[in-house]
């Protein structure tokens, strides 16, 4: 299975994956594993705060995920003021 | 601390100072509500001689509080029909305060079409007629100010689109260097600033100094916790000044709350190039800053400077809203086009959120297409050089949206809803349909609880808990915006109890007083009333709580949901 993985907010890996054209990561995976393990093989260089899993705000990291799915990852971020 | 009133409908317009009386202990967002709904009438013309004209600091401008530069504009709204409180940044806030003024109360009308100048320093006010400075556009006016002045003025002004009395006009306050950048944007109250004949405002505080607490020790003490608190909190401390409020574009997209195409859909392909992450990298590139105040004393530095491919300055950092509004809304994924946008809606004086959102009902009528960004620049033209067409532009969206015969027309009080869609996040519906100045995100940012998880976490996408969670950060914001601290303090204040207690703290040294947390919100509810209270003797009922109807029939995708908060929750959102 093969899943997307979208860092935004400085948020980087400290380790080399394969990337599509838009700079996201592509894991392929042969089976079905945790939201909260495949950050941890991400290695990334700040905690993630919001994880994101197909547009739907991910509250229990032990959700597993399925083919195409999507992550997007953010470190703690605000705005939303003129 | 006193309050100017400024009589506009003599032939020689006159000046007096009174105590404050009555409105002690009001500051910010409260002082203005509480003149507006006591002096002004509820069924007066927005722009007749009826109407008033209020520019009041907060209860902490001009001290050596920290993130203290918030500054409140309140009248009666040409745009909602309602009260309106409009809040921005820069310097004038401290200036006011450190010249003793609690507020600037603009009353009467001229009875000829002569503009007028004031200028406000230690030794006194004074007003003049000055018939060129009309239809000058913010940076050319500022500029003149200055060169009259000096430099270390601070102005309140409008622009062309306030001297047209359009409904989308703003008021521009100076930044840290001078510039026309921060601006109380809803509802048109450049608009009313410009029937009072009155088209700037020059500060002077030279000579003045900080205003003094009643315990200095107490102050200063919670004062340095305070800042400690903001600089350890990641949003507050990181995140903020990092990337700005446009770090929101990619997570609300990803969420599939941003509106685009007229808010028909929840995700645009084009948002990652009008990210916060790419504009922060442009402006380093470019010699701009991606990190920098938008007044003395902030700690938190959100805002930005903005150049040009050229490494000239164009404009300071657009804040989300405004990306999205002329950028995504529109179908525009051009950063460089929106900024030049964002720069036409400063120097004309024009609410950025309103212009972009109209804009969108432009494209939605077939005047321009959608993702033209020339066509959306020209249009902003047409405004500020008041063409036929630039009248319908510069009046907002449910008046161009009627012009062209729109359906979609996203306005509840006929205000423009801002960047975040209220079927993906249900609990900012709540908000846009009961606050009392229409559609505002600011009002109660459900954002910081359904999508960013500060303060806790409520789904965005059931409508279950969203009405409590609205009152609650609609009573905290009222308090908030009537000390004349920022609202980004509240990211801070909602997740350490320590550093809210360090505000209470603030205040309570410098007025003496004893005030509790309860009495916190208390203070906001007070504000609201007063506010409620005027709508309802202006006649608005509940159905004026209302989200337009196309939130509860059109499913937005990615999600495909509406609008699902029940009429009647909407209608308990008041009773406390």
Redesign the interface.
Known sequence: MRIII?L???LKANRDFPQNE?GDIVLELSEPIAVGEIIETLNLNKKP??V?LN???L?DFSTKVKDRDEI?L????????? | MRILRINMSEETPSAKFEELGDYEGLGGRALTSAIISKEVDPLCHPLSADNKFVIAGGLLSGTAAAMSGRISVGCKSPLTGGIKEANAGGQAAQVMGKLGIAAIVLEGKPKTDDTYKIFINKEGVKIEKDNSLKMLPNYDLVQKMKNQYGDKIACISIGPAGDMKMSAASVAITDMEGRPTRHCGRGGVGAVMGSKGVKVIVLDDTGTTPRQPKDPEAFKDANKRFVAGLQKHPVTGQGLPAYGTNVLTNIINEVGAYPTYNFKEGKFAGARKISGEVQADLEKQRGGNPTHGCHRGCVIRCSGIYHDKDGNYLTKQPEYETVWALGGNCGIDDIDKIAMMDFLCDNYGLDTIEMGATIGVAMEAGLIKWGDADGAINLLHEVGKGTYLGRIIGNGAAFTGKAFGVERVPVVKGQAIPAYDPRAVQGIGVTYATSPMGADHTAGYSIALNVLKTGGFVDPLKPEGQVELSRNLQIATAFIDSTGMCLFIAFALLDQPETNQALIDMINAFYGWNMKDSEVMEYGKKVLKFERDFNTRAGFTKQHDRLPRFFYKEPIPPHNVVFMVKDEELDQLFNW
Request: avoid cysteine; proline fraction near 9%; glycine fraction near 22%.
């Open positions: 979208k935004f907010g400085g838009e705060f919001i994101i547009g739907v705000n509250v997007s953010f470190p703690p971020i605000a705005g939303g003021y003129r």
